[in-house]
């Protein structure tokens, strides 16, 4: 082959190889979680843990969530809500379950459940 032949076939594969590469864009994650995962597992695994500790850490994740402009994970609004509740502050409880039915219609059943709960054990 000459050199002439050559040069078109090299300007292809370098433009295919720069098109390939900067196509290659990393995707912004669609909820943001925090420490929601860790602080759910710690509930769960040690029941003597402190839930002012873990609501604490919820509320953060929540603040960086919307400093960020992210949307707050599916489930940990009911999470939080569930801890409020536990500690005793039922209104801030029930808010939160509220929050989370608002924004995610599909735990509706889940919701209603646990606010049914929640109402039965005022009484």
């Known amino acids: 082959m ?3 032949m050559m040069a078109p ?3 292809l594969m370098v433009a295919i190889a720069i098109a390939t590469l900067t196509g290659c864009e990393t ?3 669609l909820y943001h979680y925090g420490s929601y995962q860790t ?11 402190a839930v002012t500790e873990q609501i604490e850490a919820l509320e953060k994740t929540i603040r960086e969530t919307n400093r960020n402009k ?10 939080l809500g569930f801890l409020y509740l536990q500690s005793g ?16 219609p599909e735990s509706t059943h889940f919701i209603d459940f646990l606010l049914k709960n929640a109402k039965a054990g005022q009484s």
């Open 2 to 4: 000459d050199a002439k």
């Open 9 to 11: 076939k090299a300007v």
């Open 27 to 29: 995707t912004k994650p």
């Open 39 to 49: 602080n759910v597992y710690e509930h769960f695994k040690n029941e003597d843990s």
């Open 70 to 79: 992210l949307q707050v994970g599916p489930g940990l609004y009911a999470h």
């Open 89 to 104: 502050q039922r209104d801030t409880g029930l808010a939160y379950l509220q929050k989370e039915k608002q924004l995610y």
